[in-house]
């Protein structure tokens, strides 16, 4: 069972959603009401809402005044579940999360217990999932009926330790469980995925998993680059940062993961050009290494040309500055073709904007064309403290 908790501004736009007046909600006649506390009988969204305008009435700041609540048990495990069962379930779980207090490592209280058995509240069950599984929303009053203000600090954690409490107790299988027991195959989903893709492409991976019944979830920065992903199926979620070994499957790795995975015989295969170049030295060259498959080839990169990638990927300042160089290393020399490398929409371009060698470049400017693909597709992680 999983649950989440979000204290909210838009009010009365949670609670029409959750009683199905909002005209997002498809199938209305698929939600069902299971219970208030402290509010008149038979009130409508906004009646409801207005009775909560009168508790908040003396916390006209309080920009969050609602607390959205999903609680989302296992379907096996209220597949006869009645609306009893259902409210039953609401009010062990809700007990839980008024007992919940939370603290740091040093054991000192850092968000204290709520009242949300002493606030105005309305629960509703939703049976139109596209999963099919039935859960509960609620939205309660972030004030309870004797003017205490109910805690918003690490309300998501609150809410995950009430529900894991809750499955414990009785014998259901809890979110962890769930994730403990899939992620061995999620890991193995995600390294098939990659070893059987010809060339390297988020759109290619991301489609795959969503054809082995993934829900993929994105976070771009402001430029639209790709920072990070979570995958989910049924109620168990996992963040990339916690699959795979060494952290691979990583958004900022998935790109080094697919090259380890693919032979070298089968690169000259993804080339635009004739050859992989810079194996001899030249004068004003010097060695640089790169591993691919576990091995390790030298190549003899242009000074001048590793200087710009050096002040382009300062180490000091990004944190993914060798994963970046190594990247732009390899366009530059033809292990890997630009266009092979996604790179998004962001940033005022697209891979159309990024040609493979013209034959009039010369070796500064197309290694600016190799920092800048690198650039778009991994995107430059500042080091926290510091600034440029």
């Not at 795979?244 to 032979?263: D, F, P």
Request: with cysteine; proline share 3%.
């Amino acid at each position: 069972m999983i649950a989440k908790a979000k204290a909210i501004s838009h009010g009365i736009n949670g609670i029409r959603y959750i009683t199905g007046e909002s005209h997002n909600k498809k199938h209305p006649e698929k939600i069902h009401h299971i219970m208030d506390n402290l509010l008149p009988s038979h009130l409508d969204a906004m009646g409801i809402w207005n009775s909560m305008l009168f508790t908040l009435s003396e916390f006209k700041n309080m920009k969050n005044s609602v607390i959205r609540i999903e609680l989302s048990p296992s379907a096996e495990h209220t597949r006869y579940f009645t609306p009893a069962d259902w409210k039953d379930l609401w009010l062990e779980f809700l007990a839980e999360f008024d007992k919940q207090k939370i603290q740091d490592k040093n054991g000192k209280i850092i968000s204290n217990q709520t009242h949300l058995i002493n606030s105005k509240y309305t629960v509703w069950l939703h049976t139109e999932s596209n999963g099919g599984v039935p859960h509960l929303h609620g939205a309660v009053c972030r004030v309870d009926e004797d003017g205490n203000i109910n805690n918003d600090h690490h309300i998501h954690l609150r809410a995950q330790r009430a529900a894991e409490q809750v499955a414990l107790r009785r014998g259901w299988t809890t979110a962890a469980q769930v994730r403990n027991n899939n992620i061995h195959q999620v890991n193995n989903d995600c390294m098939e995925i990659i070893r059987n893709m010809p060339e390297w492409s988020w759109v290619s991976y991301k489609a795959a998993l969503i054809r082995k019944g993934y829900s993929v979830l994105e976070r771009r920065d402001s430029k639209n680059i790709l920072c990070g992903y979570i995958l989910q199926k049924g109620n168990a979620r996992y963040k990339a940062s916690e699959l795979g070994v060494g952290r691979n499957l990583m958004a900022s790795k998935l790109y080094q993961t697919w090259m380890k995975e693919h032979s070298e015989s089968n690169q000259p295969q993804r080339l635009h050009r004739p050859s992989v170049g810079y194996t001899q030295y030249e004068h004003g060259t010097v060695p640089y290494r790169l591993t691919t498959n576990g091995h390790e080839q030298k190549f003899y990169i242009p000074e001048k040309v590793l200087t710009m990638f050096d002040d382009e990927f300062d180490y000091r300042f990004i944190s993914n500055a060798q994963e970046l160089t190594d990247m732009a290393v390899s366009i530059f020399v033809g292990l890997l073709a630009a266009q092979d490398v996604n790179v998004g929409s962001g940033g005022g371009g697209s891979q159309s904007d990024l040609p493979w060698r013209d034959k009039d470049d010369d070796d500064l400017k197309w290694a600016r064309k190799c920092a800048l693909v690198a650039s778009r597709s991994l995107g430059k992680k500042p080091k926290t403290g510091f600034r440029r």
